[in-house]
């Protein structure tokens, strides 16, 4: 195994796999078979990200996150695990990572809390679970897998989901400061005195880092099987109680092995309204366009009403896409092959 720098746009590399697709969807799925292909992308969240801001130091540390966790996907796809295992363990690791927006690094809210949203989604069952306006759950994702798995409901928010966790065995912590970081905290503050000086943007720049950012993953495996895992804070300042597109399953995570796994990063509003992540899918189930071509078109039409962002995504040849609309998104991919690609900007 090696970590490579991509040299090439990701993009560029998707396109190239697609021309190789075979046309039909059982031709993929025997090769699946036969060659024992896996692949798992992941992101780290979307938007405008100014290379003259970023730190080497900072910059590793991003890098060294987003390795772990496609390394943590990996070996489990790679020893003949679950798409969903995979996807779930990748968005741990960001989950436990501080530098991500989710899990233990999530913004706060406008009442200054920790306020998590989560979803995953099994393309071989179209089973699915989400959770939303979460404040004790260290890993949001694997409640969410709870919810899919141990109850006949797809989507449980705040104190029922937390109640849920509790009778799962699901680890809460009562300590608040485990979602503590500094400069999430100054990021609130940053925004609560833009917000008073009246949102005017001179005296105070917000950036996006300060803003927003979400994590998920998108697999197939040996079997043939997508699934995808998302897992947020949402955005800094929002409204408590508020939900992003993330745990909104067609929205922010999808997946269907009769099409493609999606997780997505962005302006949630937007996306939501857009219906990002099952338009990737509808438009590869009804009209059979590619992968990377319904993404990008599923992305501007979300753009078009206003929202900005990215995705990950994957199909059943194994094929990747990870577009985005903003000058960077934290992501990585890394197939069969073994080779782990990271990158940052554009
Ligand atoms: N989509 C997330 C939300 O709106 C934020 C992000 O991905 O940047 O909650």
């Known amino acids: 195994m090696k970590f490579a720098t991509a040299l090439v746009v990701t993009a560029t590399l998707a396109a190239a796999a697609q021309a190789a697709e075979p046309r039909d969807n059982v031709a993929s799925r025997e090769k699946n078979m036969k060659t024992n292909k896996f692949a798992l992308a992941i992101h780290g969240g979307a938007g405008t990200m100014d290379r003259s801001k970023m730190t080497p130091e900072r910059e590793r540390e991003y890098r ?5 966790a496609l390394k943590a996907g990996y070996d489990l796809l790679k020893s003949g695990g679950t798409s969903l295992d995979a996807t779930e363990a990748a968005v741990r690791v960001m989950e436990d990572d501080p530098n991500f927006n989710a899990g233990r690094g999530a913004v706060f809210n406008n009442a200054g809390r920790n306020e998590m949203d989560a979803a995953i989604m099994d393309g071989k069952t179209s089973n699915a679970g989400a959770v939303t306006n979460l404040w004790h759950v260290k890993n949001p994702i694997s409640l969410a897998r709870l919810v899919m798995e141990k109850s006949k409901h797809v989507f449980l928010a705040g104190e029922g989901a937390e109640e849920f966790a509790k009778q799962n065995g699901v680890e809460l912590t009562r300590d608040q ?11 609130l503050q940053r925004m609560k005195a833009n917000e008073e000086g009246g949102g005017g943007g001179n005296k105070y720049i917000i950036s996006d880092e300060d803003r927003h950012g979400t994590v998920g993953a998108v697999a197939l495996d040996v079997h043939g099987d997508l699934a995808a895992s998302t897992s947020t804070g ?9 939900i992003g597109d993330s745990p909104v399953i067609g929205a922010g995570t999808y997946a269907s092995n009769a099409s493609c796994a999606v997780s997505a990063t962005g302006d949630g509003e937007f996306f939501i309204r857009a219906t990002v992540a099952r338009d990737v899918a509808a438009l590869m189930e009804y009209r059979g366009v590619k992968l990377l071509e319904a993404a990008q078109a599923a992305l501007d039409k979300a753009k078009k009403l206003g929202g900005e962002g990215g995705l990950v995504a994957v199909d059943r040849a194994g094929n990747l896409a990870l577009p985005f609309n903003t000058s960077g998104m934290y992501r990585g991919h890394v197939d069969s092959g073994g080779e782990f690609v990271v990158e940052i900007y554009k």
Do not use: P
């Open 64 to 68: 060294a996150g987003l390795e772990r």
């Open 177 to 187: 400061k485990y979602f503590y970081t500094e400069s999430r905290w100054q990021a």
């Open 234 to 242: 949402g955005t800094t300042n929002k409204k408590a109680g508020r």
